[in-house]
């Protein structure tokens, strides 16, 4: 598992970097319509920015070196696909990002060969996160 001894600084640096490039959050109140008085809660935000080639293959070579669990999320209130990609051991996320904001010729079945091995599926498992090799299953 990934510590804060093992991880490798620079795709650490790469991942974080990418994600204040493409990502952010924004505070918020929301106020439920039958009972219970308001609360704030965390949105998340994408930037019009997008990953180049470069980029993405830093990420799956950070996502290779087995530091990090990598997995496909929900993402714009249910009608868009992301990612995320966090450490297990901390279970902090620290990158994520749209479907949209893949350079081309990436996409959800490109990054599954990556998601999808078996050493990934365990990490993300330890995160308490199962991954559905199904595209549909994270876009309405």
């Not at 080639?53 to 929900?74: C, T």
């Not at 992301?82 to 051991?89: C, E, L, V, Y």
């Amino acid at each position: 598992m990934a510590t804060l001894r093992t991880v490798n600084i620079k795709d650490l640096e790469l991942l974080l970097k990418l994600d204040g490039k493409l990502h952010g959050t924004q505070k918020s109140t929301f106020t439920p319509n039958i009972s219970g008085g308001p609360f704030e809660v965390s949105i998340d935000t994408y930037t019009g920015a997008s990953m180049n080639a470069r980029e993405i293959q830093g990420v799956l070579k950070a996502v290779e070196n087995g530091d990090f669990a990598f997995y496909p999320i929900n993402t714009s209130m249910g009608f868009a696909v992301g990612f995320q990609i966090a450490n297990p051991d901390t279970r902090e996320v620290l990158l994520t990002f749209k479907e949209s904001q893949l350079p081309k010729n990436y996409d959800f079945k490109k990054l599954s060969e990556y998601f999808m091995q078996l050493e990934n599926l365990e990490r993300a498992k330890s995160f308490g996160v199962s991954i559905v090799n199904n595209r549909d299953h994270y876009d309405y």
